[in-house]
């Protein structure tokens, strides 16, 4: 089993920035391909990025490409998701998730486990 907590969520100006951190627990973390989805009012979730369980692959939804970069610290069990140049359209529930093979990354049924969300809301 692995634990995963986000945080690092809240409200924000469009044009501004916010750093989701996502701690893992349990199993060893560098086991695990990390992923962030997101999920806006009335949508389903979405894949916004994911990475290696190296760190040396990274991939990104086409919405985020350029503005938002994952990474992770395997000796912090830590992943990341720093998100610049925020627009209103990014408001949504955030949740990192941990896939034990490296497969497509970008389908939620790739991933074993899953954190509660943290709420990212972004203002006009």
């Known amino acids: 089993q692995v634990q995963l907590v986000e945080s690092g969520g809240g409200l924000v100006q469009a044009g501004g920035s916010l750093r989701l951190s996502c701690a893992a627990s349990?199993?060893?973390?560098?086991?695990?391909?990390m992923g962030w989805f997101r999920r806006a009012p009335g949508k389903e979730r979405e894949f916004v990025a994911a990475i290696s369980w190296s760190g040396g692959s990274t991939y990104y939804a086409d919405s985020v490409k350029g503005r938002f970069t994952i990474s992770r610290d395997n000796y912090k069990n830590t992943a990341y998701l720093q998100m610049n140049s925020l627009n209103p359209e990014d408001t949504a529930v955030y949740y990192c998730a941990a896939a034990v093979r490296h497969g497509a990354l970008g389908r939620r049924s790739e991933y074993d486990y899953w954190g509660q969300g943290t709420q990212v809301s972004v203002s006009s």
């Open positions: 349990g199993r060893t973390f560098s086991n695990y391909a």
